[in-house]
């Protein structure tokens, strides 16, 4: 409370974990308060707004007019609600190779890494390298590791780094290990490495035992790196478009067998996922206009297949207003087109990819571009449709595939390359993983879950993307690494 003022800052602050990939809705109460209880019943009500976190964070300061309960102006006043993150984002870079390493097998040794931070119930794994095969002098491929996860961001406290040779049984020897902390792993350069002496606790007792190795830091650099809050409040926009599947697969609109059949309560699997996913992903794009693409259909006038026209027929604005009418346009769409085929995802990546490739030439990091894809089906370009993801890794750019009614989706999972990065036949591989499917059946009726799910992944996409383009957030401010 502040006594005796039309115009208060309220001092305290609100601290409130953000998800992304929720709709976190939010109200904020203005009352004027006469008397000594905490009963806001009898104070006066001077006006409410209602808004999401989403909004907050996509404009840092945001002012909306204060309203009464039945939504009228609440005379001329207005609230002000600005937001900052809290977290330490620094990040270290190693650069790390070893050399004499113990030999655990004949005449070589599979070595890898890894870094743990001390806790108070032990030590906590940080990070593992990737195994270098059969070589007793390794070169690890560079890292990085927050200094949240390798040190609580302290520089003095503990480190512990072991090192192990490989064995697919997943019970690997190990090497040696040391003990450490940032401020000493530091102190390296690749002209004068930091050493540390890899120690073998069992073989401490022979005779002449000096160690199993040297581990070699070359390179160990404290960077700050901005997070996806950072780049979302400081102005970049999150582009979201939509490709919808027409193909012949999905049944006659008209059946209620059909995919595409919506129902009395104007519900089918599409709308439900456009629903779910646009009203999370429509707070982070500030004019709320998304353009709507369909494919596998054949369209009018000339009834041939296209794999990737505009659900309103307007080939020179396939904009549409908000979710709602994205809905709207995807219901009056369908009663136009034939069903037909075949599954085509490459033309409608590639033309996103398209605007993503021009955003990315203006070397900012003011747009993002999100590609939802709903299908019922198996992709029939598949080739192509793995060329054009690993070309869009590339890219500001990130693909969301919703799959829809009860088909075989072992190719989507195939795209989805949590465990291995996407090859294309050609030999190309992705320079990150950028699409994420989930089957909605694994959701049906629980939308919240639906657009947890399949947008848990996108923050980090953004931020690692931005970041490894050292690209800054348009609009930070000067006081954003105090953060």
């Not at 009898?42 to 009464?68: A, H, K």
């Not at 080939?315 to 809905?327: D, Q, W």
């Not at 947008?455 to 931020?463: S, W």
Request: aromatic fraction near 12%; charge should be negative; glycine fraction near 6%.
């Amino acid at each position: 409370m502040i006594l005796n003022c039309l115009n208060p800052k309220f001092a305290k602050k609100f601290v409130i974990n953000y998800y992304f990939e929720m709709v976190q809705r939010l109200k904020f109460c203005v009352y004027d308060i006469d008397n000594d209880t905490y009963d806001l019943d009898d104070d006066d009500f001077l006006g409410e707004i209602e808004c999401t976190l989403g909004q907050i964070v996509s404009c840092r300061e945001m002012t909306r007019p204060l309203l009464l309960k039945n939504k009228k102006p609440a005379g001329h006043g207005t609230i002000t609600i600005c937001a900052e993150e809290i977290t330490d984002t620094r990040v270290a870079h190693f650069e790390v190779s070893a050399r004499n390493l113990d030999k655990k097998y004949l005449w070589w040794s599979d070595p890898f890494l890894e870094f743990y931070k001390q806790t108070e119930t032990g030590w906590q794994l940080a990070h593992r390298t990737e195994v270098v095969k059969n070589n007793l002098n390794p070169t690890w491929t560079p890292f990085r590791i927050s200094l949240r996860s390798l040190c609580g961001g302290e520089v003095e406290n503990p480190i512990k780094v072991d090192c192990f040779d490989h064995h697919v049984s997943g019970s690997h020897d190990l090497i040696g290990s040391f003990k450490t902390t940032l401020s000493e792993l530091q102190m390296g350069t690749h002209t004068s490495p930091a050493e540390f002496q890899c120690i073998n606790p069992k073989k401490l007792k022979k005779k002449g035992y000096k160690n199993s190795g040297t581990i070699c830091v070359k390179r160990c650099q404290v960077e700050k790196e901005y997070t996806f809050l950072d780049f979302i409040m400081g102005g970049c926009q999150i582009n979201f478009t939509i490709a919808i599947d027409f193909t012949g697969s999905n049944g006659d609109p008209s059946s209620p067998q059909s995919l595409h059949y919506i129902n009395p309560a104007g519900y089918n699997e599409y709308l439900a996922a456009i629903w779910a996913v646009g009203m999370v992903i429509q707070d982070y794009d500030s004019n709320k206009m998304f353009p709507v693409f369909g494919f596998g259909a054949k369209i009018p006038p000339s009834w041939t297949v296209s794999h990737e026209f505009p659900v309103n027929f307007n080939p020179a604005n396939p904009f549409c207003a908000g979710i709602e009418g994205v809905a709207h346009a995807y219901q009056q769409c369908l009663p136009q087109v034939k069903l037909y085929g075949p599954t085509n995802f490459a033309p409608i990546i590639n033309h996103v990819a398209c605007f993503a490739r021009q955003a990315l030439l203006q070397k900012t990091a003011s747009q993002y571009f999100v590609l939802l894809i709903i299908t019922d089906g198996v992709i029939t370009d598949i080739d192509q449709t793995c060329r054009a993801i690993v070309q869009a890794s590339c890219l500001p750019m990130s693909i969301i595939v919703v799959g829809v009614g009860g088909a075989d989706f072992s190719t989507m999972e195939f795209l989805d390359s949590d465990d291995k990065l996407l090859q294309s036949p050609g030999g190309g591989i992705a320079a990150r993983d950028i699409v994420q499917f989930v089957p909605f059946r694994n959701f049906e009726g629980n939308g919240v879950a639906l657009a947890q799910c399949v947008l848990a992944e996108l923050p980090e996409q953004v931020a690692s993307f931005f970041n490894s383009f050292k690209l800054k957030p348009p609009n930070i401010l000067s006081h954003s690494d105090s953060y």
